[in-house]
């Protein structure tokens, strides 16, 4: 399999699971039958420290040696770390650079591509409609867009919840051979449906799991279509403004605002390693095009995993989560729980992230890379996780994993 055919079907993940998903890089594909992650949090223990451990020096430099081994392993060229808890103090650490050419170090304030944490805000301004009343979850897609396979069938819920069994279109032998043509491309929504809807369904709607970005570009569609206002316009402003995000942005070209982290990739035709900092993200669109930041990025993992933009009863609808084949994780709508840890991380040639909260100790971690290059098959941004979590929360470790 080609590096980008095997990126592409992977690209804006989810689950730390897989991609996640595949994995989590969730992305892309199912798992097994494994239990959901609690939707719930467990309560506190007695223990202040079970949870989360002390940011001391003597931690600080535990994480700085786990990180720099897997950098050494991965060859992951930078990488930004952050972790912040109440009482616990906090880390937050650049390693390497940000621009192999000039040997420019990261930093904090870089903007970086964000992947598919990308589905979180577009998740998110599906559900403000559905609390403001103007669509419900289990609304069938074709009332609002026509065309769709067993579109009378699929709601917005099993869009959202990676259960609408629609083709991953980022998949389709058609689409990776014209993006491996011109990373350049201009997608449509409409031409990204199309490579979709031209393979069979790959089962019932609601029967099983499967990480899709498909499911994605139809809730971006159908937002526009309630709405009447273009994808990146209200998530800036139902989503961005009220959250009070100032440095995240939905881009509608290849444009990333200064300063910013070069990204480099190795998922292209030859498999050789290029920069493509530049790469129109419109094949992801609102799967996987925005960018943002480390503090926009800490800011926003709580307000996703508390809910504060939604109504009680929504968030805990979005929470209700799926079973993704990977022990201790679940997929909810548009947002996932992997051994505690909700949010979702993100995967674009060229950049990784993830973004996270434990709400046991209110603790947040994100981790931000300039690379996508995968490493013996894992995400790197998962290797990143799993090293830091074993240190700060032994209890609550965000695991590796090999994806299909």
Known sequence: ?????KRLRRACVAAAAAGLLFAPAVAGSAYGAAPAAPAVPAAPSP???????????????????AVRKV????????????????GKGSYVKTFGVADKATG??????LHVRIGSETKTFTVTALLRLVDRKEIGLDDPVATYITGVPNGDHITLRQLAGMRSGLFNYSGDADFIKRFEADPNALFTPRQLLDYSFKHPAQFAPGAEFDYSNTNLILLGLVIEKVTGRPLHEVIEQDVLKPAGLHRTLFPTGAEIPAPYAQGYTNQTASGKTVNSTHWDPSWAWAAGAMISDLQ???????????????TPATQA???????IGVPGAGY?????????????NGSLPGYETLTVYLPQARATMVILLNTDALHD??????LFGEAVTAIVSPDHVYPGHKPH
């Open 71 to 86: 950098m050494d392993e991965t060859g992951v060229p930078g990488v930004t770390v952050g972790l912040w808890a109440p």
């Open 317 to 323: 609808q979005r929470l209700k989560t799926t079973p």
């Open 104 to 109: 420019a170090p990261m930093a904090t304030g």
């Open 47 to 65: 223990d202040p420290d079970a949870e989360f451990v002390r940011l001391t020096p003597a931690v600080a430099a535990e994480l700085d040696a």
């Open 296 to 310: 926009d990025l800490r800011s926003w993992a709580r307000t996703l995993a508390t809910g504060t933009l939604l």
């Open 1 to 5: 399999m080609k590096p980008t055919r």
């Open 377 to 382: 098959g894992q995400e790197p941004s998962t």
């Open 332 to 344: 909810g709508l548009g947002i996932f729980n992997v051994q505690g840890w909700i949010g979702h």
